[in-house]
């Protein structure tokens, strides 16, 4: 089955600067990757997603950008805002597979 | 209906004793899943259902667990004989079918003492 591999577990970046958390996932199948953040105590919330005939995608100061030679996909967050401290968890879901496989996620703390 | 509904929130159950959990989707999503989530972990799959059926169960989900969801709207997940181990968040998801993204509910959060 799917496994997807996140880095790092830990972030962290001055207010303002730019974030990146990397994934790398096993099933060359797989053709859906979202992004999920998750703040203390709250349920997680998809903010971007991306399939697999893109190569990049962007939302404001988000942005995703897929490999699939490689099999790995990022998160970009610019403009660090203190809101943005949160865990982030990246998934993938393959062709016919209807279940999302998540991270372990990054516990993005943006310092001020 | 704005969301994925769980019930309850909280849940503190001695060691052996059963305790179910519920899940109410969003009302025109026909997918619902149940994941469960432990302290610095992402959600790990536990079992999903298209309408009434069950379409998949994870090795995760030992004999002790049965989920349901009998009139394909809300479901229920049963847990028996809790262990220690079971403590832990335990998350709802809907979604349409060709749409893969998922609302989540907030969670049951289950502690077997």
């Known amino acids: 089955g799917e496994n997807v591999e996140q880095h790092p577990s830990t972030l962290s970046v001055q207010e303002g600067d730019s974030a990146v958390i990397k994934c790398t996932y096993s099933?060359?199948?797989?053709?859906?990757f979202p992004w999920y953040k998750q703040e203390l105590g709250k349920r997680p919330q998809l903010i971007i997603d991306?399939?697999?005939?893109?190569g990049e995608k962007k939302d404001q100061r988000i942005a995703v950008t897929l490999n699939k030679t490689a099999k790995h996909f990022s998160l970009h967050i610019t403009e660090t805002q203190p809101e943005d401290s949160a865990v982030y968890f990246c998934?993938?879901?393959?062709?016919?597979?209807?279940?999302?496989?998540f991270g372990k996620g990054t516990r993005l703390h943006i310092l001020p | 209906d704005t969301g994925v509904s769980q019930d309850p929130r909280h849940k503190i159950t001695k060691r052996g004793q059963n305790v179910t959990f519920r899940c109410d989707p969003i009302?025109?999503?026909?997918?619902l899943y149940w994941y469960r989530q432990t302290l610095g972990q992402g959600p790990e799959f536990l079992t999903y259902?298209?309408?009434?059926?069950?379409?998949?169960k994870s090795r995760l989900l030992s004999d002790r667990f049965s989920a349901e969801r009998p009139k394909g709207s809300f479901s229920t997940l049963e847990i028996q004989r809790t262990e220690q181990g079971d403590s832990a968040m335990y998350l709802c998801?809907?979604?349409?079918?060709?749409?893969?993204?998922?609302?989540f509910g907030s969670g049951t959060r289950l502690t077997v003492v």
């Open positions: 998801a809907s979604s349409l079918p060709g749409s893969y993204g998922y609302t």
């Open positions: 099933d060359s199948a797989s053709n859906y």
């Open positions: 991306i399939r697999s005939n893109v």
């Open positions: 998934a993938a879901s393959g062709v016919g597979d209807d279940k999302i496989i």
């Open positions: 009302s025109e999503h026909n997918r």
């Open positions: 259902f298209q309408n009434e059926a069950q379409l998949e």
